[in-house]
C-alpha cells in the first residue's frame, strides 16, 4: 500500500463575498473532487496516522461504498452488512491521507481508501444489496441563500458556496451541477422562493438531464432552514425542509433527500428479502477438529444466517442453512481453499461439499 499526504484546499464561507461575485458563461460544475472519488472509494476521519486507528476507519469506509452503489444511507443495518465491515481491511486495494483545510483554522486527518471492485460487487450481490444503476443523472441545483439581505441565487461562480451540498452528493453516490448564473437565471430567485418548481424547470430546459433540485436557504430561529423541492422531468418527486444550527449542515440536507428520491425510484433490489432454508451435506468430517473447521467456516459467512445439523453418518453431515440470497449467495462466498463442491444439486438433489 502507498502511504502520500496530500495538500487540500481552503474551503471559505463568507457567503456576502461568494454570491456578490459575477456570473460565469454558461456551463455546470460538480465537486472539486468528484472525478477523484469514485464508487469504490471512501473518505473518512482519523485522529491519527497509526494503523489500528487505520484499520478501525476501514469499516466506515466501506460502509460509505456500500451507501454509494446502493443509494441506502442505512446501508449498515441490512443482515449481514454488519458482519462484512468487521473484515473490511480484506477487501482494501490501498489507502492514502489528506488534510483537510475546509474547517480553518483547524484540520482534519482524512484517510482516503480504495477497495478491489470486483470483492465489493461480490458482496452486495451474495447480500441481495439494493443497486442503484450508471450511468447516474447528474441533477442541476438551484439554490437561493438569503444571509438577512435578500434572497441570490447561488451560480456556478459561486460555487465555494455550495461545496457541502456538491460534496454530500459525492459521498451519496451522484453529483450535482450549479447553473451558470446568468442575468436570466439570476432573476429566477423569486420563482425559487414562492416555490414554482414548473418555472424552474422550464428555465432548466437547456441543461441535462432534466432534473432539478430546488432550494432556498435562510435564517431561521436561532439557525438556518432549507426548503427542498426535487423535481424529474416535470414531475416534483419530493419535498422537504430542514433545520440546522449550522448553514453547511442545513445546505447538506439537499444532496440526501434528492438521493433518497433517485434510489427510491431507480434503485433495484437484487435478491429476496427473506432467507432461503436450504439443506447442504458436507463430507470428509474425520473427527471433531474437521467439524470445528466446518462450524467456524459457516458462522463466518455472512450469507448464512442460521444452522441446524439435521444427521450425521460416517464421515458425511446433512445441515440446513438459512441463506440470505440463496445457494447463489453461498456459492460467492464459499472459501473453495476448505470446502469443494463435488455434487452441485438441483430441486430434488441435494448440494453435495467436501471439507478439504
Do not use: C, H
Request: aromatic share 8%; no cysteine.
Amino acid at each position: 500500500m502507498r502511504l502520500a499526504v496530500r495538500g487540500a484546499w481552503m474551503i471559505g464561507w463568507v457567503l456576502a463575498a461568494l454570491l456578490a461575485a459575477a456570473p460565469a458563461a454558461a456551463q455546470r460544475v460538480e465537486g472539486d473532487r468528484a472525478s477523484g472519488q469514485g464508487l469504490y472509494e471512501a473518505e473518512v476521519q482519523v485522529r491519527t496516522q497509526a494503523e489500528g486507528e487505520r484499520n478501525a476507519a476501514y469499516a466506515r469506509a466501506l460502509a460509505q461504498v456500500f451507501a454509494k452503489l446502493s443509494g441506502d444511507r442505512g446501508i449498515a443495518n441490512r443482515p449481514g452488512v454488519a458482519q462484512e465491515l468487521r473484515r473490511a481491511s480484506e477487501y482494501v486495494d490501498g489507502f492514502d491521507y489528506r488534510q483537510d483545510e475546509s474547517v480553518a483554522p483547524s484540520f482534519r486527518t482524512m484517510l482516503v481508501v480504495r477497495f478491489v471492485p470486483e470483492a465489493v460487487d461480490s458482496l452486495v450481490a451474495a447480500l441481495g444489496l439494493p443497486v442503484w444503476p450508471q450511468p447516474r443523472p447528474k441533477p442541476v441545483v438551484w439554490l437561493a441563500i438569503d444571509d438577512g439581505r435578500g434572497p441570490r441565487l447561488v451560480g456556478l461562480q459561486q460555487s465555494n458556496a455550495a461545496r457541502p451540498l456538491l460534496q454530500r452528493a459525492i459521498e451519496r453516490g451522484y453529483r450535482l451541477g450549479l447553473p451558470s448564473g446568468n442575468a436570466a437565471e439570476q432573476a429566477a430567485v423569486g420563482a425559487i422562493w414562492r416555490g414554482d418548481s414548473a418555472a424552474i424547470a422550464r428555465l432548466s430546459a437547456r441543461y441535462n438531464p432534466p432534473m432539478q433540485l430546488i432550494g432556498k436557504l435562510y435564517r431561521g430561529g436561532e439557525g438556518w432552514q432549507a426548503d427542498w423541492t426535487f423535481v424529474d422531468d416535470g414531475r416534483v418527486l419530493s419535498r422537504w425542509s430542514e433545520t440546522a444550527a449550522d448553514a453547511r449542515r442545513a445546505m447538506a440536507t439537499g444532496a440526501d433527500g434528492a438521493a433518497d428520491a433517485l434510489i427510491q425510484r431507480y434503485a433495484k433490489a437484487t435478491a429476496p428479502a427473506d432467507p432461503v432454508a436450504q439443506r447442504i451435506v458436507f463430507t470428509g468430517l474425520r473427527n471433531g477438529d474437521d467439524y470445528l473447521r466446518l462450524s467456524a467456516a459457516l458462522q463466518r459467512m455472512s450469507v448464512v444466517r442460521a444452522i441446524r445439523p439435521l444427521r450425521a453418518s460416517g464421515d458425511r453431515l446433512e445441515v440446513e442453512l438459512d441463506l440470505l440470497t440463496g445457494m447463489a449467495g453461498f456459492r460467492r462466498m464459499v472459501d473453495g481453499g476448505l470446502l469443494l463442491e463435488v455434487e452441485s444439486g438441483d430441486e430434488f438433489a441435494t448440494p453435495v461439499y467436501q471439507l478439504r
